[in-house]
């Protein structure tokens, strides 16, 4: 199975400043047949199901604020948000769609400083 | 407008069974993937199983496997997950989630869960 991690655990940001999630898979989720990095990130608020924001490691789900953008390739791979706002508050995950089982990072929870 | 409902939550004893459904509308069901991904009270998100668009093709996690049994008719526009010898650490709120296309692809509509609870 591929083991995805993701640092930090938590963090806390000012408004208007940049948040940078960090994620890590045990093995690449890069295929080599199309390029693409089988890679995704969501967004889940209290209380609601998640909801995608990037897809294929960075490619921006249609309705995404550009603020938010991702990053990386093979095993390593970042999600930014640019400036981030008060909606922003939220835990993120990565998962790797590369092979089942599909599997999803711990999470990290993003706060306003 | 996509929508996918879950219903067939509730309380189970351990070693009991239960079987969950998920309506879905504002897509053609017939044409994509589906999974089932839980989340125990507090916890991250778990990917529990995985149907290919005809049903031919399914996926388990380990945690599962020959417990559960995910299926779909969709004719009827519906999926559904067959949970057997239930243990505690099943409870969870279960999500019904639409693939972008196939199975490994992104996860790009869910529905708002039921919620299992397994308990004596």
């Known amino acids: 199975d591929i083991v995805m991690t993701q640092s930090p655990d938590s963090l806390a940001v000012s408004l208007g400043e940049r948040a940078t999630i960090n994620c890590k898979s045990s093995?690449?989720?890069?295929?080599?047949?199309?390029?693409?990095?089988?890679l995704a990130w969501y967004q889940q608020k209290p209380g609601q199901p998640p909801k995608v924001l990037i897809y294929?490691?960075?490619t921006r789900e249609s309705g995404v604020p550009d603020r938010f953008s991702g990053s990386g390739s093979g095993t390593d791979f970042t999600l930014t948000i640019s400036t981030l706002q008060a909606e922003d508050v939220a835990v993120y995950y990565c998962q790797q769609y590369y092979s089942t089982p599909i599997t999803f990072g711990p999470g990290t929870k993003v706060e306003i400083k | 407008e996509v929508q996918l409902v879950e219903s067939g939550g509730g309380l189970a004893q351990p070693g009991g069974s239960l079987r969950l459904s998920c309506a879905a509308s504002?897509?053609?069901?017939?044409?994509?993937?589906m999974s089932w991904v839980r989340q125990a009270p507090g916890k991250g998100l778990e990917w529990v199983s995985g149907?290919?668009?005809?049903?031919?093709?399914?996926s388990y996690a380990d945690s599962v496997k020959g417990r559960f049994t995910i299926s779909r008719d969709n004719s009827k526009n519906t999926l559904y997950l067959q949970m057997n010898i239930l243990r505690a650490e099943d409870t969870a709120v279960y999500y019904c989630?639409?693939?972008?296309?196939?199975?490994?692809?992104?996860?790009?509509?869910w529905g708002q869960g039921t919620l299992v609870t397994v308990s004596s």
């Open positions: 504002g897509f053609t069901f017939s044409t994509y993937a």
């Open positions: 093995q690449s989720v890069l295929y080599s047949s199309n390029n693409k990095n089988y």
């Open positions: 294929w490691a960075s």
């Open positions: 989630a639409k693939a972008n296309y196939d199975i490994l692809t992104a996860i790009d509509y």
């Open positions: 149907i290919s668009d005809t049903g031919g093709s399914t």
